[in-house]
T-cell receptor, first 114, second 115 residues
Framework: GAGVSQSPRYKVAKRGQDVALRCDPISGHVSLFWYQQALGQGPEFLTYFQNEAQLDKSGLPSDRFFAERPEGSVSTLKIQRTQQEDSAVYLC????????????FGPGTRLTVL | GENVEQHPSTLSVQEGDSAVIKCTYSDSASNYFPWYKQELGKRPQLIIDIRSNVGEKKDQRIAVTLNKTAKHFSLHITETQPEDSAVYFCAATNAGGTSYGKLTFGQGTILTVHP
């Protein structure tokens, strides 16, 4: 079946612009995670949703970062007033039900802030 | 919170040799340890995982071992092939606990298999 998809795959923003990154999880998956992957590093946790509820946002680096999943399926990560240090690949992952389930990753969105 | 250290950062082997990547973790409550393979510009793909109730798991040429006492786990790839070349990440989490299964990743190992 279809895997996790993300759009856009690439985004170039000027410093100060707002961006919105979309994640389409595998259909029926309850859990959804966002991770940030800097160049040459492992992914780092940003936030977690169980259905539409955002249960953990401890990894969001600042109040410029905001995520939502209003209907418990598609999720959007929004970054306001982008800064150069926001440049990274943003990965979305979903898992079927429990936190013990395997996470399946999307291809990521590569954000470059100029 | 959890901290995962991964070594080596780069590993170069000849085709047919074995490759071993090691990770240590800090949180004794962690109980789920997946390994992901990431090719350049692609998504991380799960290749094998292990839970804390077992010490070793094998899948064809890939195996993972876990030592809970020492808080370390390792990935073993035998009979390496050029298509094994990629970045490998270990991760740890307290699945089923209050961390909701969020993964803490190691820094990655760039594996290069020379034909």
């Amino acid at each position: 079946g279809a895997g996790v998809s993300q759009s856009p795959r690439y985004k170039v923003a000027k410093r100060g612009q707002d961006v919105a990154l979309r994640c389409d999880p595998i259909s029926g998956h309850v859990s959804l995670f966002w991770y940030q992957q800097a160049l040459g590093q492992g992914p780092e946790f940003l936030t977690y949703f169980q259905n539409e509820a955002q249960l953990d946002k401890s990894g969001l680096p600042s109040d410029r970062f905001f995520a939502e999943r209003p209907e418990g399926s598609v999720s959007t990560l929004k970054i306001q007033r982008t800064q150069q240090e926001d440049s990274a690949v943003y990965l979305c992952a979903s898992s079927p039900l429990r936190s013990t389930d395997t996470q399946y990753f999307g291809p990521g969105t590569r954000l470059t802030v100029l | 919170g959890e901290n995962v250290e991964q070594h080596p950062s780069t590993l170069s082997v000849q085709e047919g040799d074995s490759a071993v990547i090691k990770c240590t973790y800090s949180d004794s409550a962690s109980n789920y340890f997946p390994w992901y393979k990431q090719e350049l510009g692609k998504r991380p793909q799960l290749i094998i995982d292990i839970r804390s109730n077992v010490g070793e798991k094998k899948d064809q040429r890939i195996a993972v071992t876990l030592n809970k006492t020492a808080k370390h786990f390792s990935l073993h790839i035998t009979e390496t092939q050029p298509e094994d070349s990629a970045v490998y990440f270990c991760a740890a989490t307290n699945a089923g606990g209050t961390s909701y299964g969020k993964l803490t990743f190691g820094q990655g190992t760039i594996l290069t298999v020379h034909p």
